[in-house]
């Protein structure tokens, strides 16, 4: 006969405890919030600053067109006219 762990695992402090320390999840799909694209946290919807970097997040108007321009844009996908 041996004595010892009669086998099974009787809570031996390792394994699933229910918490989890993983990125928070992303927000709901119907959640109208805007993406920083510098630093990617998502703001609130209507927000013209991030949150977390204080980048704009209003895009600037072409100065020949006054098409939105992205972030890192070099020229404008309308017109062709470089940014500034």
């Known amino acids: 006969m041996r004595r010892g762990h009669g086998g099974g695992n009787h809570g031996s402090g390792y ?19 805007l ?4 630093c990617g946290v998502v703001s609130a919807q209507g927000a013209r600053f991030c949150q977390q970097c204080g980048s704009s ?4 108007p072409c100065t020949q067109c006054g ?8 020229f404008c996908g309308s017109c062709g006219k470089a940014a500034k």
């Open 15 to 33: 394994g699933d405890s229910g918490h989890r320390y993983d990125n928070p999840p992303a927000p709901p799909q119907n959640y109208a919030g």
């Open 35 to 38: 993406t920083c694209p510098i």
């Open 57 to 60: 997040l209003v895009p600037a």
């Open 67 to 74: 098409t939105a321009l992205s972030q890192n844009a070099k």
